[in-house]
């Protein structure tokens, strides 16, 4: 079994920045998939970005050229630099891991708690 503890989230004014990070513990063997879904007020959850353990990474178009990706595979984090916040960026963010892929969410087999983000306006 994999644990995944997010931290980070908060609120933050519009144009801000916050820096969610992710832990994985426990039986990890190759994730080779790590990265962040969110679920706003009323929507689906949707895939916020993702890395592979060979950084390979993939962005949501509404995030793209805002936020940053990052991992560190000797201590099996995940970070999710969030910059130029917006109101629509509001919702529960979650850690996702996987051995093979993230990028549904039928796909995914571990996940986080999730972590609050509110942007004000």
């Known amino acids: 079994q994999v644990q995944l503890v997010e931290s980070g989230g908060g609120l933050v004014q519009a144009g801000g920045s916050l820096r969610l990070s992710c832990a994985a513990s426990?039986?990890?063997?190759?994730?080779?998939?790590m990265g962040w879904y969110r679920r706003a007020p009323g929507k689906q959850r949707e895939l916020v970005a993702s890395i592979t353990i060979g950084s390979i990474t993939n962005y949501a178009d509404s995030v793209k050229g805002r936020f940053t990706i990052s991992r560190d595979n000797a201590k099996n984090t995940v970070c999710l630099q969030m910059s130029s916040l917006k109101p629509e960026d509001t919702a529960v963010y979650y850690c996702a891991a996987d051995q093979r892929s993230i990028a549904t969410i039928f796909a995914v087999q571990y996940w986080g708690q999730g972590t609050q983000v509110t942007v004000s306006s």
């Open positions: 426990g039986s990890i063997f190759r994730l080779n998939a």
